[in-house]
C-alpha cells in the first residue's frame, strides 16, 4: 500500500485520496481557502490504484 494525496492547488491543503473518494467533490479544508477538491483530480493512475484497493485504505 502507498499513500495516495493531493494538494490544494490554492493554498497547499493535503487531502487524502480516501476523504476524496467519500466525499468525491468537497470543499478545501485549508483555512479560509474556498477551493473546491474532487477525485478526479488525482492522476488516473492513482484513483485506479485507490478504487482497486480500497479495502486496504479503510481506517
Known sequence: ???ITH????????VSAN????????KC????CEN???F???DQADQEHFLD???SYEL
Open 40 to 42: 478526479t483530480d488525482l
Open 1 to 3: 500500500m502507498h499513500i
Open 36 to 38: 473546491v477538491l474532487r
Open 19 to 26: 476523504e476524496l473518494e467519500s466525499n468525491r467533490v468537497m
Open 53 to 55: 484497493n480500497k479495502a
Open 7 to 14: 494538494a490544494c492547488t490554492q493554498c497547499g491543503t493535503v
Open 29 to 32: 479544508p485549508g483555512l479560509d
